[in-house]
Structure formats: C-alpha cells, structure tokens
T-cell receptor, first 115, second 107 residues
C-alpha cells in the first residue's frame, strides 16, 4: 500500500459515456498528478496540481477534464473518449513540486477500456 | 528540460548484482536523481533518490559521479521478483519518465 488509492480499478465505457476516475491520497501531500500509460509505452504526464491549483496541462485533449477539490482528492472526468484512450491511468502524489527532488507515490491505476 | 537516456533492456542471472545506468547530460543544479521500479499493470514504486556521490538504502545503491551527468542504480543479488522496468528520473517542474530499462532476471 502506497497511501494512494484509485477507483475504479477497471472501467469499460462506450465512446458516448461520461465517467470519472477518482484518486485519494492519505499522505498529507500537496501535489497530485495524473499519468497515462498505454501498452508498451512510457508514462505520459497529463496534469499536475499543487495546493489544488493546476500547474501543468501537458496538451491533453479536452475530453479529459481534471478536478482537484482539495489536496487529498483528484478526479479525472471523461467524456466522448476514443478507443485510443484505452490505457492504464495512474494517479500520484508528492510532498510538493517546488524543490528539485521529490518522491512520487503512485496509486494502483485504473485500467480503462473504451469500446 | 533535463532528459534521461537508459539502455532499453538487460538480462541478469538470479543472485547477481545488477547495475543500471542512466545518462542525464543536461541535469540542472538543483535537480535530484530519482529511480523507480514498475511491474506490469502497476504504478511505479520509488526506489532511491540522490543528489551526488553515493546513496544506499535497504533496497539499492545509487552512484553519482562528480559531474552528475550520469548515475548508476545497483541492485545487489537480484531475485526473479526484481524483473521489472526501472526508470531514472531527473526533473524540476516537469516529469518525464522516459522508456525505462526492462530488467529480466533469469533463474
């Protein structure tokens, strides 16, 4: 257990559906992240939040909409996705992003399949 | 933006010491070097972090030369369960994991 939980662990959705991924961290961290990992590809950073403020959007399509209501919770709202969006979505947290070095703690991920 | 380069893959026999290298020629003055381990369909797991010289914990050692343009992760006496992808990360505000190094431990 890393102190970062993600729900659901598996999700199958149609291209016209709307769903949300949830991430919660119990570590008292101030920064949270969403990553996408497609099959046999490196992790792609999607969004970064620090103290609830979005500090990075890595050119992610608008069909992915993040929400960070507080430092412990992070959501990823999904709508009108494409089959190529099928991937493992990972949430992570760290103490902050201000210093040059920080450990990230990852959740188990949500395996998303878009049909 | 500091970028890292690692070998794509390597094999090692069980019980041997494994040394995984990473190049980061553009590392910034206040960048730390962090290594993660990832098993299939799981999130990466923090292994070790260092700034210079040598760092050791219960899992691994990290060797960083004086110019800090490279680093070496050393795993002592690997077992089959150490088969994973190992990522070297150097970042300030932006986190780029790269392709990592697939390490396969052979019986």
């Amino acid at each position: 257990e890393t102190g970062v939980t993600q729900t659901p662990r598996h999700l199958v959705m149609g291209m016209t559906n709307k769903k949300s991924l949830k991430c919660e961290q119990h570590l008292g961290h101030n920064a949270m992240y969403w990553y996408k990992q497609s099959a046999k590809k490196p992790l792609e950073l999607m969004f970064v939040y620090n103290f609830k403020e979005q500090t990075e959007n890595n050119s992610v399509p608008s069909r992915f909409s993040p929400e960070c209501p507080n430092s412990s919770h992070l959501f990823l709202h999904l709508h009108t996705l494409q089959p190529e969006d099928s991937a493992l979505y990972l949430c992570a947290s760290s103490q902050d992003i201000g210093s040059g070095g920080y450990e990230q703690y990852f959740g188990p991920g949500t395996r998303l399949t878009v049909t | 933006l500091a970028k890292t380069t690692q070998p794509i893959s390597m094999d090692s026999y069980e019980g041997q010491e494994v040394n995984i290298t990473c190049s980061h020629n553009n590392i910034a003055t206040n960048d730390y070097i962090t290594w993660y381990q990832q098993f299939p369909s799981q999130g990466p797991r923090f292994i070790i972090q260092g700034y210079k010289t040598k760092v050791t914990n219960e899992v691994a050692s990290l060797f960083i030369p004086a110019d800090r343009k490279s680093s070496t992760l050393s795993l002592p006496r690997v077992s089959l369960s150490d088969t994973a992808v190992y990522y070297c990360l150097v970042a300030q505000q932006r986190l780029a994991f790269g392709k990592g190094n697939q390490v396969v431990v052979i019986p």
